[in-house]
């Protein structure tokens, strides 16, 4: 029989004593009110759910988007020029896409975190086939901007220099397309259930095989963009092939996973429409940072402002990862708690991750202001980026400091189904407010 997160750790955890009827945590916080003596201890066991399950998901979160970031930092090494192709790749093509993709697949973590909860596991497998197929559409829908990304680029206003750069890059990038519309849903899949760790490992282990590939294919080989781009892609599909492997090996997915099955096939619509809500949810908050970058192309000196940008916002997304990973695990928490009956434990829930996740902001935005310097000469030695990138800090130590609670927020909303009342905020946050403001200071300061 399987447990949830919280019957594990009740498991582990001797049961709280009130000095009369013993009583597990869940019962005591599904009291009203809870007691203030044993509040303390609540919260260290909330915290323990909580880390079981994110420590993973962060290392899973952090070492995927390194995949990424660390391509791009060997490009900043082959000139100033190649550095802006490949950012504005990342961000205005594949940016795009991961959106997407990422808003699509939260929608099966929705289903499959609260399918969980309530104890239906053969229903989990049905619901990772119906995103597999919607999402893999999706991806060959995607291809052919992907492949027209030169046009595209030029198009919004981007200079063709960088714009053919760009390109290169994103045709290479077309079999990650596909790679990673299909990770999502069975990265999902097993979160959903519990099962962190293995992928952790996984991505640690993919992370360094493409670290040596990508260094091969740009400094031995001199592949250049095309390389780095192709190495890339074969990562992911590594990471695809292993996590499939798994899913079909593995005795902890007997029950979830009963092979395909025409089941998936029914029910497309509905679940096609639980998905766009997803999509929109978080492809506003992502294509919100993507658009402020492909706005720099259009400052003075566009590759030095683009370079700049750009790496700021690679740290902003790096330390978004980190919240990202959290995120995944308190939307599990919050599925599985609701699945289960149990809608204080969730909230309960909701309160201790706030709380880590400002600690957490405050530290990490307090290193990247004392370490702006270094940080920049990862990605080059052009003293002119580092000196826009260290001018910018600040700004960027305050982003990451307030960019702390809000996708958790969204991660607790994806674990209730709230999809389509995120989707409104970020509209009014991000586009009402956000992209306004970014656009008169960018361009009426200067």
């Known amino acids: 029989m399987r447990r949830t997160a919280g019957d594990d750790a009740t498991s582990a955890d001797p049961l709280l004593d009130l000095n009369t009827n013993p009583r597990t945590p869940e019962e005591l916080l ?10 303390a201890r609540l919260t260290v066991w909330e915290s323990k759910n909580l880390w079981k399950l994110s420590w993973a998901s962060i290392v899973i979160t952090m070492f995927n988007f390194m995949l990424s970031l660390v391509t791009q930092m060997f490009m900043g090494h082959l000139g100033a020029l190649d550095l802006a192709g490949a950012s504005i790749s990342n961000i205005g093509i594949q940016g795009l896409a991961y959106g997407i993709m990422l808003g699509m697949a939260s929608a099966l973590q929705t289903v499959c975190g609260q399918a969980y909860g309530a104890k239906k596991y053969s229903e989990m497998g049905i619901f990772c086939q119906r995103a597999l197929i919607l999402q893999f559409i999706s991806a060959l829908t995607l291809s052919a901007l992907y492949w027209y990304s030169g046009p595209f680029l030029q198009l919004i206003g981007q200079s063709e220099s960088v714009s053919s750069k760009a390109q290169i890059y994103a045709r290479g990038l077309i079999p990650q397309l596909v790679a990673f519309s299909l990770y999502c849903p069975l990265q999902r899949f097993l979160q959903a259930q519990n099962i962190v760790v293995p992928m952790a490992f996984m991505s640690l282990g993919v992370f360094l095989l493409h670290l040596v590939l990508c260094w091969m294919a740009v400094f031995v080989l001199n592949c250049g963009l095309l390389g780095a781009a192709l190495t890339l ?21 007997e029950e979830s996973w009963a092979g395909f099955s025409a089941k998936a096939f029914r029910g497309l619509w509905p679940y096609f429409k639980l998905t766009v809500a997803s999509a929109v949810m978080l492809v506003l908050e992502i294509w919100y940072n993507n658009g402020l970058v492909l706005l720099s192309g259009f400052l003075p000196n566009p590759e030095i402002s683009l370079d700049a940008i750009s790496i700021c916002v690679n740290y902003f997304t790096l330390e ?31 309160t201790v991750v706030v709380t880590t996740c400002v600690l957490i902001s405050l530290i990490v935005s307090g290193l990247v202001f004392t370490l702006r310097v270094p940080l920049s000469e990862l990605y080059t030695h052009n003293q002119y980026v580092v000196s826009e990138v260290s001018n910018l800090t600040p700004l960027l130590a305050i982003s990451i400091f307030l960019n702390g609670i809000q996708p958790i927020l969204s991660g607790v909303a994806i674990g209730s189904g709230w999809q389509a009342l995120v989707a409104y905020v970020n509209v009014g946050a991000y586009y009402v407010v956000g992209l306004p403001i970014g656009c008169l200071l960018g361009f009426r300061t200067t």
């Open 320 to 350: 978004f990862q980190i919240m990202l990973g959290i995120s995944n695990a308190a939307s599990i928490r919050v599925g599985n708690e609701l699945g289960a009956g149990r809608p204080r434990v969730a909230r309960f829930s909701v």
């Open 233 to 253: 892609s074969f990562s992911w599909w590594v990471l695809v092939v292993v996590t499939t492997v798994y899913i079909l090996l593995s005795p902890e997915c």
């Open 30 to 39: 599904e009291c009203e009110p809870v007691p203030f003596r044993v509040f």
